[in-house]
């Protein structure tokens, strides 16, 4: 090539660079490869990586949003397989040019994800500036040994679904009924006081608090000032169920529609809403899972407790084989059940519901029931966390992005992925979502343990068993021995714990020849 083809060529060359920086401060799109040459040598690049399409747009509007705040930064959300997810970004980590620099992950992989080398323990100072703003299961979710190694995210955990337009017809119904008995009682007691001329009052009027038979106004308290709905209102708290005594109470108690087809009816095949029967007497690597030499599965009450959910299949005989989350939760929009186990995915697919006209009823949600005054329970809860690469060399910057994402920028999470965040602070603008957090505040984390990774699946094989009649004492025991043995590394034997027998009540029974000899006896005495 000759000295003026160089030349040409060097000059053409400037001039097209030249033009794609115009093009880039005139605000006009460029491809973004030519934006990535350009300007991201420039600045702070962070690879945050993440599995659930559902957070695309949400997490994207953050890494704007992040940027906007630090000049020289970018944040560049990548969407990753859910399939061996953390074996990707440990590739990824060791081979790949563009490693993950922080990851959202769930609390049950942390210590797979510690001990790999892939989560850096969040630093005191940050965590304790953060740490008051999230409740007890939120914090222990994110705690391995002692120390905070990411951020709480997101969470979701179960609670009660019901009907409350069910619960308030009955309501209603009963509080109606007990006025019209009231004031039969009143005017027999008015007849008997003043015989079958007199009224209570002169000129035939009715006594103070009564109300003419035709005035077709309300009494003092119903609902022309709003005091039978009011009192509507405290008789549907009083109704729900602090047990599952009370439920028991309540399927005989209820006058149920024609369309109810089942009072209290859940998915007994996952693990995630039978938990609650027995998370208050497992314990499974102690409050925050990370702990081999605290354990304890195999123990009375939580037998009781399994004795209590097979007794349950009696009543409310769900179908293994049939049931399933989806097709229980479309029953409930139909009317079909008036008690439910649910988690938080529930309120969004009913809202639209009610929007779309397919859910013709009012619902609400309430904490998870014990079981009786005596057997407690708590609910599961999984909290997604962000975590910063222990492989980073970005590990400061990638802390503070995690710090703002879990921290700052939450008010529209829920709005726009379905998301409910693991912190305290956010208006969701619907009551019921307050509810699951208020289940979440005192629900059991998943444990993080790699030698329990298979207790989840193994206690939901048991359940599905117990429930179809399996002993319930035999089978916990042989799930805590496989547990321990895995934990321990050699064989373990469990010490059976005996069953305990009600006492049969001595009868006394009359002993008819004594009392033959007495009566001789005192014959012949006299």
């Given at each position: 090539?000759g000295?003026?083809?160089?030349?040409?060529?060097?000059?053409?060359?400037?001039?097209?660079?030249?033009?794609?920086?115009?093009?880039?401060?005139?605000?006009?799109?460029?491809?973004?490869?030519?934006?990535e040459?350009?300007?991201?040598?420039?600045?702070?690049t962070?690879?945050?990586?993440?599995?659930?399409a559902?957070?695309?747009?949400?997490?994207?509007?953050?890494?704007?949003?992040?940027?906007?705040?630090?000049?020289?930064v970018?944040?560049?959300?990548?969407?990753?397989?859910?399939?061996?997810?953390?074996?990707?970004?440990?590739?990824?980590?060791?081979?790949?040019?563009?490693?993950?620099?922080?990851?959202?992950?769930?609390?049950?992989?942390?210590?797979?994800?510690?001990?790999?080398?892939?989560?850096?323990?969040?630093?005191?100072?940050?965590?304790?500036?953060?740490?008051?703003?999230?409740?007890?299961?939120?914090?222990?979710?994110?705690?391995?040994?002692?120390?905070?190694?990411?951020?709480?995210?997101?969470?979701?955990?179960?609670?009660?679904?019901?009907?409350?337009?069910?619960l308030?017809?009955?309501?209603?119904?009963?509080?109606e009924?007990?006025?019209d008995?009231?004031?039969?009682?009143?005017?027999?007691?008015?007849?008997?006081?003043?015989g079958?001329?007199?009224?209570?009052?002169?000129?035939?009027?009715?006594?103070?608090?009564?109300?003419?038979?035709?005035?077709?106004?309300?009494?003092?308290?119903?609902?022309?000032?709003?005091?039978?709905?009011?009192?509507?209102?405290?008789?549907?708290?009083s109704?729900?169920?602090?047990?599952?005594?009370?439920?028991?109470?309540?399927?005989?108690?209820?006058?149920?529609?024609?369309?109810?087809?089942a009072?209290?009816?859940?998915?007994?095949?996952?693990?995630?809403?039978n938990?609650?029967?027995?998370?208050?007497?497992?314990?499974?690597?102690?409050?925050?899972?990370?702990?081999?030499?605290?354990?304890?599965?195999?123990?009375?009450?939580?037998?009781?407790?399994?004795?209590?959910?097979?007794?349950?299949?009696?009543?409310?005989?769900?179908?293994?084989?049939?049931?399933?989350?989806?097709?229980?939760?479309?029953?409930?929009?139909?009317?079909?059940?008036?008690?439910?186990?649910?988690?938080?995915?529930?309120?969004?697919?009913?809202?639209?519901?009610?929007?779309?006209?397919?859910?013709?009823?009012?619902?609400?949600?309430?904490?998870?029931?014990?079981?009786?005054?005596?057997?407690?329970?708590?609910?599961?809860?999984?909290?997604?966390?962000?975590v910063?690469?222990?492989?980073?060399?970005?590990?400061?910057l990638?802390?503070?992005?995690?710090?703002?994402?879990?921290?700052?920028?939450?008010?529209?999470?829920?709005?726009?992925?379905?998301?409910?965040?693991?912190?305290?602070?956010?208006?969701?603008?619907?009551?019921?979502?307050?509810?699951?957090?208020?289940?979440y505040?005192?629900?059991v984390?998943?444990?993080?343990?790699?030698?329990?990774?298979?207790?989840?699946?193994?206690?939901?094989?048991?359940?599905?068993?117990?429930?179809?009649?399996?002993?319930?004492?035999?089978?916990?025991?042989?799930l805590?021995?496989?547990?321990?043995?895995?934990?321990?590394?050699?064989?373990?034997?469990?010490?059976?714990?005996?069953?305990?027998?009600?006492?049969?009540e001595?009868?006394?029974?009359?002993?008819?020849?004594?009392?033959?000899?007495?009566?001789?006896?005192?014959?012949?005495?006299?």
């Open positions: 090539m000295l003026k083809k160089r030349i040409l060529t060097a000059a053409v060359l400037t001039c097209a660079a030249a033009a794609v920086l115009l093009i880039g401060v005139s605000g006009k799109n460029v491809s973004e490869e030519r934006e040459s350009i300007f991201a040598r420039q600045k702070e962070l690879y945050f990586w993440y599995a659930d559902a957070l695309t747009d949400y997490l994207n509007s953050a890494a704007v949003a992040y940027g906007e705040e630090h000049d020289d970018r944040v560049v959300p990548v969407l990753a397989s859910g399939l061996e997810y953390l074996e990707s970004i440990n590739k990824a980590s060791i081979q790949s040019e563009t490693p993950p620099d922080l990851y959202i992950v769930s609390n049950d992989s942390l210590e797979k994800a510690f001990l790999a080398g892939l989560a850096s323990p969040v630093s005191e100072s940050r965590w304790n500036a953060v740490k008051e703003d999230y409740p007890d299961a939120a914090r222990l979710a994110v705690t391995y040994k002692n120390k905070a190694i990411g951020y709480p995210f997101y969470f979701e955990t179960s609670a009660l679904l019901y009907n409350r337009t069910y308030e017809d009955f309501a209603r119904k009963q509080i009924e007990e006025q008995a009231a004031a039969a009682e009143e005017a027999m007691a008015q007849l008997e006081a003043n079958p001329e007199g009224s209570g009052e002169a000129g035939g009027q009715p006594a103070d608090g009564q109300e003419s038979a035709d005035s077709g106004q309300p009494a003092d308290g119903a609902e022309g000032d709003g005091g039978f709905d009011r009192e509507v209102e405290e008789r549907v708290k109704m729900l169920p602090d047990t599952i005594d009370d439920i028991l109470n309540f399927a005989n108690e209820y006058d149920a529609p024609e369309q109810v087809e009072i209290f009816k859940w998915d007994v095949t996952d693990i995630f809403y938990y609650f029967f027995v998370g208050n007497y497992l314990n499974v690597g102690g409050s925050a899972g990370d702990s081999t030499e605290n354990m304890n599965i195999y123990n009375r009450d939580a037998i009781d407790c399994l004795k209590v959910y097979q007794d349950l299949n009696q009543f409310f005989s769900i179908d293994t084989k049939e049931i399933s989350y989806e097709g229980v939760l479309n029953d409930f929009m139909a009317g079909k059940i008036v008690f439910t186990v649910a988690t938080t995915d529930s309120v969004a697919k009913l809202e639209e519901a009610k929007g779309n006209g397919t859910f013709a009823y009012e619902y609400s949600i309430a904490k998870t029931p014990d079981i009786n005054e005596r057997l407690l329970t708590r609910s599961l809860s999984v909290t997604n966390c962000v910063v690469n222990g492989y980073s060399d970005r590990q400061e990638a802390s503070d992005f995690a710090r703002f994402l879990t921290c700052d920028y939450t008010d529209t999470l829920y709005s726009r992925t379905g998301k409910v965040a693991a912190r305290y602070g956010v208006d969701y603008g619907n009551g019921n979502l307050q509810q699951f957090v208020s289940e505040e005192i629900s984390p998943m444990p993080k343990m790699v030698e329990t990774s298979n207790f989840w699946v193994e206690l939901e094989i048991a359940f599905a068993q117990i429930w179809d009649g399996a002993d319930a004492n035999g089978r916990l025991k042989e805590s021995e496989q547990i321990m043995t895995q934990v321990t590394g050699e064989p373990y034997m469990e010490t059976a714990i005996e069953e305990e027998t009600e006492e049969e001595e009868v006394e029974y009359l002993d008819e020849d004594a009392l033959r000899e007495e009566a001789q006896s005192e014959s012949m005495s006299e």
